[in-house]
């Protein structure tokens, strides 16, 4: 029996051959599928682990106990977690309090630690500490404290009241703050000062001897990524147990990563399935029509069979016995190839522990997509051979109604709805398919509507006498098939193009979102004291405003508050829809190292008037008093000697003070000088429009003097009142999007970030989307709020924006700590990493293949039918008609089946995209704050055609030039 099957299989070559290149490409998938999936499930899961915060990286264990028993705790530690990599770092921590030289009673909380590999995670100035009772501390700590290398602190613990003195040998930063070492909040400020850090020598001392021990272990990135199927969170909740019964804490938010990692590894399986699962369903619909039009002969030897008596079982064996030689040879091929397809547009192999999982699952794919196949071919035989004998051995086919095949297209429109109708609703279930199952549904009407017009057409021409058009529209309308090979070749046309298209359009919202999340090309997060610190280096490092500008970013406010240097905003950022200038005027600068006020005092009793300035390169407050003012005009002068650096010092504000004992009168300023000349003139002080009042509490009544700038109050039992000097306008302008805070009453608008709790605003644009704040924020001028701030800086996260074409020399020239440096491009490259999105590269190597499949099924229809058209031409050239013609119709029912299937194909996508509402593919994370671009444009459609031009025009070419040998 099986030497039947093979002869028939011989026999019958060129048709063999076309199934076994559709079961090769089917093959393809699905092998391509495992592979690809494998691999970009880890690469999907290692860029989660790269973007998630430290803390998820880490496990942490503490426990109480004496400082000499850390290799104990240690090891106890091992033992209960059992983790199979990762080298842990050890580390002690006490309690302690800096007692503060020559001030009893005054101290304030500074612990005391010990962890491993301190000084290759910091950034020392002077030595690191190498002996007992050495210590280096925070740069802050030595700040407030006034400490520096070779000083000496007297600090004891908690519970044991005995100072210890130890010795400065360095001055610390955290050279990562963010990074895994520093996760452990045990070793950074728990209070007022910064742990300082210390051998462990140290902690030999008896007063050290109350000890909180710690064990940190940083997860290595295969454990994080689960390769293999390892299961990092039941390692950790069966140690849990464990670790209470020990009285030792483990603490981890890897829990959280590992999660997240399972996440992408299921998003990217589904993308994955989808993907192949479609053109899977059209290989095999593509195989179920290559075996019945391939079953003529087939049904020819049913009924030979038939009449020698053979079974119906017999039959089907035989037709499987055809059919399984290039299935099998189709599945051995695919498997092969499969994971070469898979490599260039993944970008690599699967880890080394998942390679013989991929063959072992790529093998289990073809052989699954094999046996479908299989069965799909012998349904198809044994539905043909249950005919009677007669019938099977007819060559022409008895003439019947079509009502099983309206039946199937009025079922798969029911489908289409369904899918439409789940996508548009969430997007789950059948939902994932809708615009597959959109342009089947529109190939089904096409065909049907195709088959209608060629008939028509072909009967009207023929009796107009126009033999070639007219043959050519009845060959398309009487080929038998031929309506559900245009659908199929429908269906893949506007797959290529949905598909590229929402590709395109990915990237594009990715490239959006970057831009919408960073604001500019390039954002450096910057370390500086105070925000005239960064306007000041930004400004001086790019004088001409071409490449870089300052930026505040302050979360706490609520709304959250961007401030941007407004004079650079549009050069630097992209965001060029909104304006937020609100420039005015320099205020007057003191230089020099002192400061002379002119003032006339009307009061009894001696005055105090005090001046704020502030340093416009550092941001410092400096605070001056004029004292011992007397009655009458005279002058008093105050050092200012840090008012001697450039760029000077601005004067933010007057203050007349008022302690018990004073009475009310008025103090007149008439005119302010330095050693460099007058900064501000009498002229000038009495214009009242350069100074205000404070927002809030009692006010000072400035009042013009004709030659100075009155000052009064109404009572003396304030310890005293300010006068402002105005240099940025009010209300502050700013762009608002979002609500209307609630605290906001009819036009009286205020905030509470830049120094005054009530500093009026006005807002002068209300966009839907503001850069980093997206759809809820405050833009406003990052110079007009620090002015208001004066020597009161509110913080908030500083950061310098930068043009794609910044020089380095401009960013070098910045000169502040830079803690992060991120672009777009960056940023666009990790949301490409996300589980939805790194499957997009091969849903287009599976459109590919169903658009190669679509040719081999029409090479499949011209070659079965190619002897029947051959006899029909040369019965006609018989009769007279010429060869030329002859062969004209033969290419022109190919030619006329290839544009109609490109124009079908890009109406079905121009249906598909806004029915089953087809955009670019949803960020994992849900954001959704820019509209996503559109999905379908004229490059996509455009790439369709060429590639189903290629693909289908050469199929069918040369399946119609063998008619020229043929044709005599």
């Not at 544009?899 to 089953?916: E, M, N, S, Y």
Request: charged share 15%; hydrophobic share 50%.
């Amino acid at each position: 029996m099986y030497y039947v099957s093979w002869g028939a299989v011989r026999r019958r070559s060129g048709q063999a051959l076309l199934v076994l290149l559709l079961a090769a490409l089917a093959a393809t998938a699905a092998s391509a599928a495992a592979w690809y999936g494998l691999t970009v499930a880890s690469q999907a899961a290692g860029s989660d682990v790269r973007n998630a915060p430290a803390v998820q990286h880490v496990i942490l264990a503490h426990g109480r106990g004496p400082a000499g028993e850390l290799d104990a705790f240690a090891a106890t530690v091992d033992g209960l977690l059992r983790l199979p990599e990762g080298r842990p770092v050890l580390g002690l921590a006490a309690d302690m309090t800096y007692i503060y030289p020559g001030k009893p009673g005054s101290a304030s909380g500074m612990p005391a630690a010990y962890r491993d590999g301190f000084c290759a995670h910091a950034r020392i100035t002077g030595a690191c500490p190498a002996a007992a009772n050495e210590v280096a501390v925070s740069l802050d700590a030595a700040r407030k404290l006034k400490l520096q290398p070779g000083s000496s602190f007297d600090a004891h613990a908690v519970t044991d009241a005995t100072p210890v003195r130890f010795r400065v040998t360095g001055v610390y930063q955290a050279s990562d703050p963010n990074g895994p070492y520093w996760s452990d909040q045990l070793f950074r400020s728990q209070g007022s000062l910064d742990p300082f850090f210390t051998p462990r020598e140290t902690f030999r001392a008896p007063q050290l001897r109350d000890t909180v021990r710690a064990w940190a272990v940083e997860v290595p990135e295969p454990l994080l990524r689960g390769d293999g199927g390892y299961d990092l969170n039941g390692l950790i909740n069966a140690a849990r147990p464990r670790f209470a019964a020990a009285q030792l804490d483990l603490d981890t938010e890897a829990g959280r990563l590992v999660d997240q990692v399972r996440g992408s590894r299921l998003a990217v399986a589904e993308g994955v399935l989808v993907a192949a699962g479609q053109t899977l369903l059209l290989a095999w619909f593509a195989v179920g029509l290559a075996g019945r039009f391939t079953g003529r002969d087939r049904r020819s030897d049913a009924g030979l069979l038939k009449l020698r008596g053979t079974t119906y079982g017999a039959i089907l064996r035989l037709a499987a016995g055809q059919h399984l030689v290039p299935l099998a040879g189709g599945a051995l091929i695919g498997w092969l190839a499969g994971p070469l397809v898979a490599w260039p547009f993944a970008g690599g192999w699967p880890v080394p522990v998942e390679l013989w999982i991929a063959a072992l699952l790529s093998l289990a794919a073809v052989l699954a997509v094999t046996l479908v196949g299989l069965a799909v071919l012998v349904t198809v035989d044994a539905i043909a051979t249950r005919a009677p004998v007669a019938v099977l051995l007819r060559r022409v086919p008895a003439h019947r109604r079509d009502w099983r095949s309206g039946v199937v297209d009025v079922a798969l429109v029911a489908l289409a709805a369904g899918a439409v109708f789940q996508a548009r609703n969430g997007g789950a279930g059948f939902g994932v398919v809708a615009p597959a199952m959109v342009a089947l549904a529109v190939g089904l009407l096409l065909a049907r509507l195709l088959r209608w017009i060629a008939d028509r057409a072909g009967a009207v021409a023929l009796r107009a006498g126009r033999i070639r058009l007219g043959l050519t529209a009845v060959q398309v309308s009487r080929q038998p098939g031929v309506d559900r090979v245009f659908a199929l070749a429908v269906v893949a046309i506007a797959m290529v193009g949905l598909t590229a298209g929402v590709f395109s359009a990915g990237r594009a919202s990715r490239a959006d979102r970057a831009g919408a999340e960073l604001g500019a090309a390039r954002v450096l997060t910057v370390t500086a004291q105070t925000r005239t610190q960064l306007l000041y280096a930004v400004r001086q490092a790019d004088p001409s405003g071409r490449y870089a500008m300052a930026a505040v970013l302050d979360t706490a406010s609520a709304p959250p508050v961007l401030a941007v240097d407004s004079a650079r905003f549009a050069a630097v950022s992209a965001w060029d829809n909104v304006d937020i200038s609100a420039q005015s005027p320099p205020g007057p600068v003191v230089t020099g190292g002192r400061m002379t006020v002119r003032v006339d005092s009307e009061r009894r009793t001696t005055t105090l008037l005090g001046a704020v300035l502030q340093q416009e390169a550092t941001g410092e407050g400096v605070q001056v008093e004029f004292r011992g003012i007397h009655r009458g005009a005279q002058s008093v002068t105050a050092a200012v000697p840090r008012c001697a650096t450039a760029p000077g010092c601005r004067l933010v504000s007057f203050q007349l003070y008022t302690p018990a004992g004073s009475d009310n009168g008025a103090l007149t300023v008439r005119g302010v000088s330095t050693p460099a000349g007058e900064v501000l003139t009498g002229a000038q002080l009495a214009d009242v429009t350069r100074w205000r009042a404070g927002f809030t509490g009692a006010a000072v009544r400035a009042t013009s003097a004709g030659d100075g700038l009155r000052l009064s109050v109404d009572t003396v039992d304030d310890a005293g009142t300010a006068v402002y000097a105005v240099d940025t306008p009010l209300p502050l302008p700013i762009v608002l999007a979002g609500p209307r805070p609630d605290s906001w009453q009819f036009d009286d608008a205020s905030l509470d970030r830049f120094g005054d709790p009530a500093t009026p605003v006005r807002v002068v644009a209300t966009p839907e989307v503001l850069p980093v704040l997206g759809r809820a924020g405050i833009l406003t001028d990052l110079d007009a709020v620090r002015r208001l701030a004066g020597a009161g800086d509110q913080g908030g996260t500083m950061q310098v924006w930068l043009t794609e074409d910044a020089p380095a020399a401009v960013v070098d020239a910045i000169g502040l700590p830079v803690l992060a440096d991120r672009t777009t491009a960056g940023r666009a490259e990790q949301l490409a990493g996300q589980g939805r999105v790194v499957t997009a590269p091969f849903a287009l190597v599976t459109v590919a293949i169903a658009l190669l499949v679509a040719g081999a099924l029409v090479a499949v229809a011209a070659t079965v039918d190619r002897e029947a058209q051959l006899e029909q031409l040369r019965a006609l050239r018989t009769q007279g008609l010429s060869r030329p013609t002859a062969l004209a119709i033969g290419y022109a029912g190919q030619a006329a089946l290839v544009v109609a299937a490109l124009a079908g194909g890009v109406v079905a996508a121009l249906v598909a995209r806004p029915v089953a509402d087809v955009t670019a593919p949803p960020f994992a994370d849900g954001w959704r704050v820019i509209p996503p671009p559109g999905a379908l444009g004229p490059v996509p459609l455009a790439l369709a055609c060429l590639a189903g031009l290629v693909v289908l025009g050469v199929t069918a070419g040369l399946s119609a030039r063998r008619l020229r040998g043929g044709l005599k």
